[in-house]
């Protein structure tokens, strides 16, 4: 069973800059699994960032950024702000199936 | 503006069949080749892709719900809805559909519906 990975939880400042990863079971996370990146906050509905590792959509603020880091997909919050803490999950796609990560708890302290 | 809004029962019998309707407003569920997603999150947990179907019928599941599972598009009604079979307490969550899914953006998503498996 393909089994994808994030950091349970990070801590970031205000003002800072902090980087979620995503890492597949099955081997480096290319453009081919067209990474997604999701945030949720309680009792909300996830709300869409990242498609197709680096792509935003069109309510994605520039803060937000995707790319691809030493084989895992990696989403960097550049001048984190109090609201983006949040959960925050990844979603990779594997020919078929797709597979969301167990998520990454964002303090912002 | 997109929307997609989650219908059905909120309690279901363990055994039996849960079943839920995703209808989309302000879009053609048929326009511009979209998949169109079912997604659950149990309780305190993460979230877990349950299936996609294309505007055309065709249809992916998660390979661990694929004996239970059915997805179905209604183009007339500009609906789609989930179907999972022979539930348990384990199939407690807030289920969720959205646009896109394979190799697709997920971008718009409903706001969630809660179905609880209990006796």
């Known amino acids: 069973q393909t089994v994808v990975t994030q950091e349970p939880s990070l801590t970031v400042s205000p003002g800072g800059t902090v980087t979620l990863t995503c890492a597949s079971s099955?081997?480096?996370?290319?453009?081919?699994?067209?990474p997604n990146w999701f945030q949720q906050k309680p009792g909300q509905a996830p709300r869409a960032l990242i498609y197709?590792?680096?792509n935003k959509h069109s309510w994605t603020p520039d803060r937000f950024s995707g790319s691809l880091l030493g084989g895992k997909a990696a989403l960097t919050l550049s001048g984190v702000q109090p609201e983006d803490e949040a959960e925050y999950y990844c979603?990779?796609?594997?020919?078929?199936?797709?597979?969301f990560g167990g998520g990454t708890k964002l303090t912002v302290l | 503006q997109l929307q997609l809004q989650e219908s059905g029962p909120g309690l279901v019998k363990p055994s039996e069949t849960l079943s839920l309707t995703c209808t989309v407003s302000?879009?053609?569920?048929?326009?511009?080749?979209?998949?169109w997603g079912w997604i659950r999150q149990p309780p305190g947990k993460g979230l877990e892709w349950i299936g996609s179907?294309?505007?055309?019928?065709?249809?992916y599941y998660n390979p661990s719900l694929k004996s239970r599972v059915t997805i179905s598009v209604d183009t007339s009604k500009n609906q789609f809805s989930l179907k999972l079979s022979s539930v348990t307490a384990a199939d407690t969550a807030v289920y969720y559909c959205?646009?896109?899914?394979?190799?697709?953006?997920?971008?718009?998503w409903g706001q969630g519906t809660l179905v609880t498996v209990s006796s």
């Open positions: 959205a646009r896109g899914g394979q190799w697709e953006p997920v971008d718009y």
């Open positions: 302000g879009g053609s569920i048929s326009s511009n080749s979209y998949y």
């Open positions: 179907i294309y505007y055309s019928g065709s249809t």
């Open positions: 099955t081997g480096a996370v290319t453009s081919g699994y067209y």
């Open positions: 197709s590792t680096s």
């Open positions: 979603l990779l796609y594997y020919g078929g199936t797709q597979v």
